[in-house]
């Protein structure tokens, strides 16, 4: 069955600092792995997302990922957070046909400090 | 109108009311769900529907009622509801044919049962 852990509930970062995001996952078959974001009142939007192509995936807002099979991991980052970045951030991971099942994480809140 | 769209955004209904909540999304996609994303808890996946057709009911109480009379759209009828349910509920969509499993989510509706 799959599942994914995403390593603490809340990460606090000041402004241009480095953003990291970890997220490890389960899987009987490769996977396809996610991550989504979550502004206040709304709903979740794709940052971005890893198919069995290349194992570094580059989103939107200048976040990127990387997938390394021998850890379980598809930890997020971006080089310098900015306060917009301020958000909830989901690691989610899809491995059955046609994608129905999608578990998601608990998410991670990022709070970005001026 | 673009993506998903959900309405109403905030309902507010007794214990012993009957409402419906309501998601269109206008992308073209196949697959939609209805996820319960509750405060401190994991996104809960409750119904799927893939062409119409019903493919995952999580275990979810018959208070919930699903409806989907066409790709496009997607209800979810409430009655009898408990505090316990209040919650925010979001609608997504996918293309499930083009393999690759993103889901686009709507704003969701903010339900609070009294």
């Known amino acids: 069955a799959q599942s994914v852990t995403q390593l603490g509930s809340h990460v606090s970062v000041s402004e241009g600092a480095l953003v990291l995001l970890r997220c490890n996952y389960s899987?009987?078959?490769?996977?396809?792995l996610f991550w989504y974001v979550q502004y206040p009142n709304q709903g979740l939007q794709l940052l971005l997302k890893y198919t069995s192509a290349a194992t570094l995936v580059k989103g939107i807002n200048g976040f990127e990922a990387e997938f390394k099979k021998s850890e379980t991991s598809f930890h997020l980052t971006k080089p310098s957070a900015h306060m917009s970045d301020a958000a909830e951030y989901f690691c989610a991971v899809s491995d059955a046909p046609g994608g129905f099942k999608t578990i998601f994480g608990a998410g991670t809140r990022l709070f970005v400090k001026a | 109108e673009t993506g998903v769209t959900q309405t109403p955004r905030h309902l507010v209904m007794g214990m012993t009311n009957k409402k419906s909540l309501k998601c269109e999304q206008h992308?073209?996609?196949?697959?939609m769900y209805w996820y319960k994303q509750s405060a401190k808890k994991p996104l809960e996946l409750m119904f799927v529907?893939?062409?119409?057709?019903?493919?995952e009911n999580n275990s979810v109480p018959s208070r919930f009622s699903p409806e989907c009379p066409n790709s496009s759209h997607l209800f979810l009828h409430l009655h009898t509801l408990q505090p316990e349910d209040s919650a925010l509920y979001l609608c997504?969509?996918?293309?499930?044919?083009?393999?690759?499993?993103?889901?686009?989510f709507g704003p969701g509706t903010r339900l609070t049962v009294t």
């Open positions: 899987s009987s078959v490769p996977p396809y």
């Open positions: 997504a969509s996918s293309q499930t044919s083009s393999g690759s499993y993103e889901q686009y």
């Open positions: 992308l073209g996609h196949n697959a």
């Open positions: 529907y893939n062409f119409k057709e019903q493919t």
